[in-house]
Structures are given as C-alpha cells and as structure tokens.
C-alpha cells in the first residue's frame, strides 16, 4: 500500500492462566506459528518483549471480565490480503479452530485492524483505543475488521454493501 501499512489487534479473555494444564497446546504451538508469521509474506512485525515473548504483555486491562486474563497479539502487514492469507491458512488456521478450548467466546469485537504510516509500529493503548471506537461505532476508515474493511485513502461509503453499485 505504499506509504501505508496494516495494523491488527486481536485480544482474547483467557479461561485458565497460561501456566495451566489445558494451555499447554497452545503455549506449545505459540513459537512454530509466531516463526510461521515472521516469514510469511507481507508481515512487517510483532508485538512482543525483548526477549520475544508476547504473552507477557500487559494491556486492555479493562477488559478482563473476570477471566483469566487477556492475551494480546497485535501485528503490522502490508495489505490486508497479506494478513488474511496468514491468519486463514495452515498451522494458525489449525490454532483457530481450537481457540474455544483456550479462550471465552464473546459477542463484542475482539480484532480491529486499521492503517497506520509506513514504518510505524502501534503501541496497546494505540490499539485499545481502535477496539473502542470499532465496538461504538462498527467498522469506519478508522478501525475496521477483515470481513469489512476499507482502504488506507477510503471514501466515507466504502465499506457499506453495495457502494460500489447500488443497483
């Protein structure tokens, strides 16, 4: 895209503490799929300490519930299409499909994705911010999801069914 480069966030409310028996597939699966990610086309970079981890940090607070906490992975690509790619294929498509045995499942937005300049990289309260505003507001330029999505230089309409040809 550009001068433009595809941020996401996508946090998820923990049903047992990390340490826990009932994570142990995915702890295991976090290092393979995260070096899966790291080659994939149109990645850019990761959240994550300095020495690599991800599920240390701490952010969306707020969010908890009374869960066991929540687990944040956000993440910078090139396009969309890079992004969806990745996250709908292979061993990450295989984790997908076994989040509920890890995490709530919940009816509010738990992933946004939105646009942010070539080369910056979005801090957590950057990205809680765009979790708000897509759960106030529904998918905007300013914080979308994958199934509608806009454009880094979107019109107002894009993104509503049918702008394109409203016949």
């Known amino acids: 895209m550009g001068n433009f480069e595809l941020a996401q966030v996508n946090i998820s409310r923990m049903k047992a503490p990390l340490d826990d028996e009932s994570f142990r597939g995915f702890v295991e699966a976090l290092e393979p799929v995260n070096a899966i990610a790291d080659r994939a086309p149109g990645f850019v970079w990761r959240l994550q300490t300095e020495d690599g981890d991800a599920t240390s940090i701490r952010a969306f607070e707020w969010d908890v519930r009374g869960t066991s906490g929540i687990l944040v992975n956000m ?93």
């Open 75 to 167: 993440s910078v690509w090139t396009s969309v299409e890079a992004l969806a790619a990745f996250a709908f294929s292979g061993e990450h498509l295989a984790i997908l499909r076994r989040r509920r045995e890890w995490f709530h499942h919940v009816r509010e937005a738990m992933t946004v994705l939105w646009w942010v300049p070539a080369g910056h990289r979005p801090t957590t309260a950057e990205a809680e911010e765009k979790i708000k505003h897509l759960r106030v507001h529904g998918p905007t330029p300013e914080a979308f999801t994958l199934k509608q999505h806009f454009s880094p230089a979107a019109d107002a309409r894009e993104g509503e069914p049918g702008w394109l040809c409203p016949a």
